[in-house]
């Protein structure tokens, strides 16, 4: 899985994007790495942060783990409710989560930050297939 097809997946729960800002253009904001409006809030930064092997045949790898690190940015304490919708999708998804970092306040930019990191295996096809 690539981290554009993790965004277009979460773009699909009604549940998280009904909690998000909307850019100029009416899309939910959840971005690839960077957001290109830098003032909407909420909002989710997706990057891929890891990718193994995690099963094999005959030195051939049979399955893949991808992990995701997701940032969840807002100018108000919205973290849980984005966190909680979020969580479900993921698991809906088939993702597991494996760490979260817990919520925090930058005052400098007065916006308030979350980082949750996310796992899924994926079987690779056989090559003889």
Same mark, same amino acid.
């Given at each position: 899985?690539? $981290? ?12 998280? *994007? *009904?909690?998000? !800002?909307? +850019?100029?253009?009416?899309?939910? !904001?959840?971005? /690839?790495? &960077? %957001? ?7 909002? &989710? %930064? ?20 991808? *992990?995701?690190?997701?940032? &969840?940015?807002? =100018?108000?304490?919205?973290? @849980? ?7 479900? !999708? ?6 597991? =989560?494996? $760490? /979260?970092?817990? +919520?925090? @306040? &930058?005052?400098?930019?007065?916006? @308030?930050?979350?980082?949750? *990191? ?7 096809? @056989?090559?003889?297939?």
């Amino acid at each position: 899985m690539e $981290a554009s097809t993790l965004v277009d997946n979460l773009l699909e729960s009604v549940e998280l *994007t *009904t909690l998000l !800002a909307t +850019d100029p253009y009416g899309h939910p !904001a959840i971005y /690839q790495i &960077l %957001a290109p409006e830098a003032e909407v809030f909420p909002r &989710l %930064a997706v990057f891929e942060s890891g990718r193994e092997y995690t099963r094999f045949a005959d030195d051939l790898p049979l399955e893949e783990a991808v *992990t995701f690190r997701i940032d &969840l940015y807002a =100018r108000e304490n919205v973290l @849980y409710q984005v966190n909680t919708a979020l969580h479900s !999708a993921m698991r809906l998804l088939g993702f597991r =989560r494996d $760490a /979260q970092v817990q +919520d925090d @306040y &930058l005052p400098e930019i007065d916006i @308030y930050v979350k980082s949750v *990191t996310y796992t899924i295996k994926v079987p690779l096809p @056989y090559p003889w297939q």
